[in-house]
Structures are given as C-alpha cells and as structure tokens.
C-alpha cells in the first residue's frame, strides 16, 4: 500500500529577508484528516512559513506542493482558489466592514441585475447567511451588521476563524487563531478545528499555547532558527519535550544521546 498523498507540502523551502535567514531548508508535509501543530520560538520562522504557502510572498527556494503537485502561488486569491483558507496572524479581518462583508469579502454574494448583467450585492443573503453560520459556530458577536473594527479583539478573531471555515475546502490554516481570546471563545476555535479534520480537511495550527495545541494537535511540528528540528506526538511526548526543542536545549544530537561533554 503507499504512503497518502500529503494535501499540502513544503519542501526544503528557504527565505530571507536581508541578513535574516527566516526560513532554512524547511519541510512540511500535511495529511488529510489532520491537525498538524507549527509550534517555535518568537521569530523561529512560522508565520514566514505560513505566508509561503498562501502566496503572501514566494519562497526564495524550494518547493511548495498541493495534492502532489508543485505549486506557484502568485497571491493569497491563488491559495484561496485552491481551497486553503488562512486566518493570518496580522490583518485577520478588514476593519471598516461589517462581518458579513468580511466573511463574503471576495466571494460576494450578486442578484442578477434588471437585464440579468450586472447585478448588484445581495447584501440580504449574505446577512442572513452570516447570522446562520455565526450561530452555527456558536460566535457570539454583539451583530453582524456592526463594523468590525467596532469589536473586540477576540470577536474580530472569531469573524476570521468563522470565514476561513465556511469556505475551506481543502486546508485550514490558523497563525495563532486563540491568542486574543478567553477560555470559551477558544474551546469553541479548537473545537471548530476538531470539527474541520473530523470532515477531512486538515488544519495547520500555529500557537504558543502548549496545552492547546497538545489539546488538538495529531502532529507536533517544532519550527528552529527557521528550519523543522522535530516532529513531536503529542500523546507520547511532553510539553517540556516541546519546550527543550523550541529553546534548543534539545537538539537532534542531545536526543540521540551522543552529545559531546
Ligand atoms: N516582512 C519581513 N521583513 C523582514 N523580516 C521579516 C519579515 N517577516 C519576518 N521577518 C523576520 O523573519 C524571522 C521569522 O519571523 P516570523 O514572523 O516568521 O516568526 P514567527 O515564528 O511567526 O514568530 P512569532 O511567534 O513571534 O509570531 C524574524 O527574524 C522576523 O524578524
Ligand atoms: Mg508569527
């Protein structure tokens, strides 16, 4: 039998910007059905990492592969075209618009216009759609007809974590989706990404939060001065694991157990 084809692969991706070497001959391989968790250091490389395969910017070397296939994503529309939807870590929602407006931001909603052109936004729709899917994902925001940047940090997160799960089709990608919400809000994110995998698509998770993403994860991924130094299985290894190869006090050397003294 073979081996699955990854959904989404990295491999030997390097990028720097300037002097700063962000990415180092990184790897990734993410399988369907799985919560792959991208976990380093401030700066180790993820959200660089993250931006790589969504398009943001293009690697400077190595391959990106989706389905198989090598990849050349031009723009975060190429990667969403795919299927791949990201909450990003920054610039998670448009601030001016309403949430129905950032859900459906690209994808409008159009009714057919007098002659059956043009056409005009179906604002309506995608109101009632947004309530729908809001309460469906058990999001509580004051009303989804008030300007996003009229909510709390927490709330704008649930928007972007509500938008990326309504129309991923093949991967889920989350650069810290909990950092700015209580303890609910983010039992409802991680259940959200149990309920993604649970459908098949996989979820990248970036995250600080140990215990969630030990939670959640299926595959641990540890994220080192820019390159992959291990893959953690978080129903064996510790989060003091986790930490000793985020920090570098555990190498590869260290772990085989053949250190020079
Ligand atoms: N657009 C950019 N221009 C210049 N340097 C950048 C840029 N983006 C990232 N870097 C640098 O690349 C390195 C990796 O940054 P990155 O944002 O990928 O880290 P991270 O692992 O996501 O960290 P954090 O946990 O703090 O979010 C850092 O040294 C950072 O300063
Ligand atoms: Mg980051």
């Not at 650069?175 to 995998?197: F, I, K, N, W, Y």
């Not at 985020?246 to 003294?261: C, D, I, L, P, Y």
Request: charged share 20%.
């Amino acid at each position: 039998m073979s081996a699955p084809t990854p959904v989404l692969e990295v491999r030997g991706v390097s990028k720097s910007f300037g002097a700063v070497r962000a990415l180092d001959n990184a790897s990734l391989q993410v399988f369907p059905g799985q919560i792959v968790a991208l976990i380093g250091d401030n700066g180790a490389g993820k959200s660089t990492l993250i931006n790589c395969m969504t398009g943001v910017f293009p690697p400077d070397s190595g391959e990106i592969l989706f389905d198989g296939q090598p990849v050349h994503l031009h723009s975060p529309q190429d990667a969403r075209n795919l299927g791949i939807e990201t909450v990003y870590q920054d610039l998670a929602v448009a601030p001016h618009l309403d949430s129905a407006a950032n859900i459906y931001l690209g994808r409008e909603a159009m009714k057919p216009g007098i002659l059956g052109k043009l056409g005009f936004l179906d604002n309506k729709f995608m109101m009632e759609e947004t309530a729908g899917e809001l309460k469906r994902l058990r999001v509580r925001i004051p009303d989804p007809r008030r300007r996003v940047f009229t909510l709390s940090g927490g709330q704008r997160q649930s928007v972007a974590v509500a938008r990326s799960v309504k129309w991923a089709s093949k991967v889920v990608i989350m650069d810290e989706p909990t950092a700015a919400l209580g303890v609910a809000q983010s039992q409802m994110v991680l259940d959200l990404m149990r309920e993604v995998r649970n459908s098949g698509i996989p979820v990248i998770y970036v995250s600080h939060n140990m215990p969630h993403v030990f939670e959640v994860a299926d595959r641990i991924m540890v994220l080192r001065l820019g390159t992959v130094v291990t893959e953690l299985d978080p129903k064996t290894d510790t989060i003091d694991q986790a930490v000793g190869w985020m920090t570098g006090s555990t190498t590869m050397s260290s772990s085989a157990g053949n250190e020079a003294a």
